[in-house]
């Protein structure tokens, strides 16, 4: 699931073949038997002793060149590159030959590029590009390489200012863990660990919970209903940590699945069918905050490289819509890995081999603009570096980060890295949660939880708290006002209030949530519905809360209710009892053009004989000044 760093052994077949045209530089038999049985072992990943082979065929003719270079591949498979250029050099030194030399100096140039030798690797990528001439792929990939290392001399000495620190051993407890994904309220860290060092070792997703001091617990495996035989990983949580959707790699490949939680136990995984998965390579799943987009890596038909970005989004039915490729504003023509989409839906987090970078796999960030992505931003040092850096993942309010990086061959770990302020979102997130149950018997309830943004008065999420705890988590993408609306068939509504717009929220806010049995004299308060000072005209950014009262009066069709006014105690009583009485009869002319019976409405103003709380202070008395809605019949 997690791909190969090097790119260079796709050409190694291509390359001998051009290097070495016309046979074997050397006549010692006994060197060229050992270079042959050395090759035996290469390709079967068996590198120490087929690197022990060609040390001893060296041995046997100090200019045997074919052997430096075979060397230098096998160092370079085994992440020696170090090793690797010494090889490359010495059999450079030994051939005059400028149709062998551009070999030489392109796998210089890469290899000098990934060791952060970037002088080195320029100069090596100039000589070769001066030398090929009909190789397109080639050339493309040198020319690459070249704007790399001349970004990386650029740039190398900068420090955007990152605090990276790696996470502790309990988390990093397995040769290799990586593709981290976290829950919005940032409680929940999920990853895939690989338990071995070999290739084919089975991979699992497992999770660490944070204690009440911050600390990262031993991480688990996540569910015996999720991890099988099979290779399971780089998955995507929902903002509520209840839906996942990550990669199950098996005999036929790689696609994508998803569960979901009801209490602690995960669901059966199901596949995501056939608009999400191909007959190619699926994984890396981010899925957007509010659950209806989809981005993922896939190499199948159509795309504009290697391995691409693509998108799908959910119908009115709930069900994932043909995935689309995500463009040239993000993909290139070589790699995109990893997409992260924040909880704002404006910032997509992604890893490329393709864009101006250190070398090799960099992070970027584009954000959207009116549906459309801007160009990637580069990340930047330490954060990048001519390591390969992948599944780049940032928290709800955008200051802190979680990452993956390889730590030599077949070993990674994950790392926490502070976001420098220049950097961060514009569009902050942050979390609501809380347990939603009856407010007679305590006992938790699955309801239905609608997020609406007041300016737009559109509704951007819904999600349900679960039937078993009752828990619910749903996330305020970014700077507006907002109204959460809960229902649950046989209760009153519940709504509150977010004015995201003035502050920022620093922590998540835990709001638990009570819901009222509909009997006579139940009543809750209209806590979305606005007037302007001193004024009874209904502000347009009430529709949102009295379209969904209108819902609620339709679905209970019985119900006869009032509508009562209340004002603060500054001013003159007889005044306020006079506005109160306005701004209740514009709320009941409003449900009346809207269909609802006359029969079933009635109002009252009671200006400020029935407070709240006590008018002692302007929050206080805001409070005060509300619409309240009671079933009276």
Known sequence: MLKTKFIFLAFSALLSAQAFPQGLSTKNKKAIDLYIEADNYRVRGQYDQAIHLLKQAIDRDQKFEEAYYRLGTTYRSAGDLDLSSQSFEKALVLTPYPVKQKI???????????????????????????????????????????????????????NAGYQIRQLSDTVNSHPMQYFPAVTADGQELIFTVRYGSAHN???????????????????????ANINTDYREGACSISADGRHLIFTICGPRGCDLYESKKEGEVWRKPVSLGVNVNSGGWEAQPSLSADGKELYFVSDRKGGLGGYDIWYSKKDSTGAWIRAVNLGRSVNTKYDEMAPFIHVNNQDLYFASNGLPGFGGFDIYVAEKNLSQWQEPKNLG???????????????????????????????????QAAIPKKLQVHSRGNVVKGVVSDSKTKNPLRTEVELFDLKTNQRISVFESDSVNGSYVIVLPGKSEYALHVTELGYLFNSLHFNYEEKDLDQPLVINIEMQPI?????????????????????????????????????????KVEISGHTDNVGVESYNQQLSQKRAQAIVSYFLSKGISTSRLSQKGLGSQKP???????ENRQVNRRIEFKVIE
């Open 104 to 158: 030489y100096f392109y796998s210089l140039g890469d290899n000098y590029l990934r060791t952060g030798q970037y002088e080195k690797a320029k100069t090596n990528l100039e000589k070769f590009l001066s030398l090929e001439r009909t190789d397109k792929i080639l050339i493309d990939h040198a020319s690459l390489w070249k704007s790399q290392a001349e970004f990386g001399l650029t740039h190398q000495n900068e």
């Open 201 to 223: 070792d089975n991979e699992d997703i497992f999770i660490s919970y944070k204690d009440n001091l911050g600390r990262w617990q031993p991480p688990v495996s996540i569910s």
């Open 612 to 618: 709240i709380k006590p008018n002692d202070t302007e």
């Open 519 to 559: 009997v006579k004299n139940v009543s809750t308060v209209l806590n979305n519905i606005f007037f302007d000072f001193n004024q009874f005209e209904i502000n347009p950014r009430s529709y949102t809360e009295l379209n969904e009262v209108i819902k609620f009066l339709n679905d209970n069709p019985k119900l």
């Open 381 to 415: 040092a330490p954060l990048n570096d001519f390591e390969d850096q992948y599944s780049f993942v940032v928290s709800s309010d955008g200051t802190n980060s979680f990452y993956s990086r390889e730590e030599g061959r077949l070993k990674s770990k994950i790392y």
